[in-house]
């Protein structure tokens, strides 16, 4: 019989009773921080897209997003802002189920694909996205804060996932 990796945790939208701890765990894992109103109106115009992961009842990961129109013609695009993970949570599948989770949201909105930024030496979350059929598109020359570059990568919804049919 085959290794079997068993899932503890849960996807389900953010709200706003979650908001300090998904602020708690924005500051633990990303230099990147934002005001609770970024937060807040981020789940009010797209609150499909704002979910978190709990595990025994605690919220232990969340990713953000919002949809936003492309420059050619009224297609929409959705824009992962930030997705998070604490550290003793991750390398579990957590990522890949928030990305999962807000990928399958975005076609509500009707959107015909997602995008985002990452760090270049986040290398772990560049090959998660890899891993899900992302590529990068390009380089931003000292998006960050700090000087450091970022990839801009994107793939096409809907998202087809590994999984296969039982």
């Given at each position: 019989?085959?290794?079997?990796?068993?899932?503890?945790?849960?996807?389900?939208?953010?709200?706003?009773?979650?908001?300090?701890?998904?602020?708690?765990?924005?500051?633990?894992?990303?230099?990147?921080?934002?005001?609770?109103?970024?937060?807040?109106?981020?789940?009010?115009?797209?609150p499909a897209t704002f979910v978190v992961a709990e595990e025994n009842d605690q919220v232990v990961g969340y990713a953000?997003?919002?949809?936003?129109?492309?420059?050619?013609?009224?297609?929409?695009?959705?824009?992962?802002?930030?997705?998070?993970?604490?550290?003793?949570?991750?390398?579990?599948?957590?990522?890949?189920?928030?990305?999962?989770?807000?990928?399958?949201?975005?076609?509500?909105?009707?959107?015909?694909?997602?995008?985002?930024?990452?760090?270049?030496?986040?290398?772990?979350?560049?090959?998660?996205?890899?891993?899900?059929?992302?590529?990068?598109?390009?380089?931003?020359?000292?998006?960050?804060?700090?000087?450091?570059?970022?990839?801009?990568?994107?793939?096409?919804?809907?998202?087809?996932?590994?999984?296969?049919?039982?």
């Amino acid at each position: 019989m085959g290794k079997s990796v068993q899932t503890t945790f849960r996807i389900r939208q953010f709200q706003p009773a979650d908001l300090e701890r998904v602020i708690y765990i924005n500051r633990t894992c990303l230099p990147e921080n934002y005001s609770n109103f970024f937060f807040t109106d981020l789940h009010e115009r797209f609150p499909a897209t704002f979910v978190v992961a709990e595990e025994n009842d605690q919220v232990v990961g969340y990713a953000m997003c919002r949809i936003e129109r492309g420059i050619i013609g009224l297609k929409k695009k959705g824009h992962l802002i930030s997705l998070a993970v604490l550290p003793g949570y991750q390398r579990r599948g957590i990522g890949y189920a928030l990305m999962q989770e807000v990928m399958q949201a975005m076609l509500l909105y009707e959107a015909t694909e997602i995008f985002l930024e990452v760090r270049v030496s986040n290398t772990p979350a560049v090959n998660l996205y890899k891993k899900m059929g992302f590529r990068i598109t390009k380089t931003e020359r000292s998006y960050y804060a700090n000087g450091e570059d970022a990839y801009t990568m994107s793939q096409e919804l809907p998202f087809k996932s590994e999984k296969t049919a039982r």
